[in-house]
């Protein structure tokens, strides 16, 4: 059985699939719209990536063992919204985790995200980088991000491609450099680009419409590409998933 087949063993939720691992335990699976990366309480269980037990302090979903008593820690390494959907990583090994970890600290780790948008943006050159302090204000459960004041928030177009029909709309390609809590939701909306779907940033009147006549009704923000390098045992590995846009 190869590393993929294995862990197409996992008890995944209805949507989750499994798109590459590797020898050392590491795991790329894709997401739906409306799944959790991980329950938040008991309530939760069966709404998050796998049908196990979740530990916040170790971060990861808990598998019995094959012995009494016995588990086996699955780690969660990063997190995506409920409402987006895409890649996400898992490791099935400790000292992986801790390997891939560094890399993201590092700020090492590329991820493209597609989102569709109400609007039209042209490229200059070869890209653009969209600068901005976003502050985060809870309340009770909900978050909302704003611009104007806190933490340098930064992304690259990569690319954009408009879409024909009404509501003009446009595909974007977008690599997040920062990592801030609803960063790709908020520069496309302070641009005048709102994502299709978004319920707390976005149009809501072309939302509506666009629901109506063409049955869109998910926040339209897909995770397509996530690539590493990470070291292990002195050696260099290298970790590319890539998932297709579900809109």
């Known amino acids: 059985m190869n590393s993929h087949q294995q862990f197409n063993c996992l008890p995944l939720t209805k949507g989750v699939r499994v798109l590459v691992a590797d020898s050392n335990g590491l795991i790329a699976v894709d997401k739906p719209a409306g799944t959790l990366s991980h329950p938040n309480v008991k309530s939760d269980q069966g709404k998050g990536l796998l049908n196990l037990p979740y530990d916040s302090e170790k971060q990861a979903y808990i598998k019995p063992g094959r012995e009494n008593g016995d588990v086996q820690p699955i780690y969660l390494l990063n997190r995506l919204d409920s409402a987006t959907s895409g890649i996400l990583l898992l490791s099935a090994s400790s000292r992986t985790r801790k390997a891939v970890m560094e890399v993201f600290e590092n700020r090492k780790v590329t991820k493209i995200y597609k989102a569709l948008v109400f609007g039209i943006t042209k490229i200059k050159g070869r890209g653009m980088i969209w600068k901005d302090r976003l502050r985060v204000v809870q309340s009770g459960k909900s978050v909302r991000a704003d611009t104007g004041s806190g933490k340098s928030a930064e992304t690259e177009l990569v690319s954009a491609r408009s879409i024909p029909g009404s509501p003009i709309a446009s595909l974007l390609e977008l690599k997040p450099i920062t990592g801030r809590t609803h960063q790709l939701r908020v520069q496309c909306a302070k641009r005048r680009l709102p994502i299709v779907g978004d319920r707390t940033y ?40 890539v998932s297709d846009i579900p809109f």
């Open 202 to 241: 976005g149009n809501f009147q072309k939302n509506k419409l666009i629901a109506r006549t063409k049955g869109i009704k998910r926040l339209c923000l897909h995770s397509s590409e996530t690539s590493l390098e990470y070291v292990l045992d002195g050696k260099l590995f290298r970790f590319r998933a």
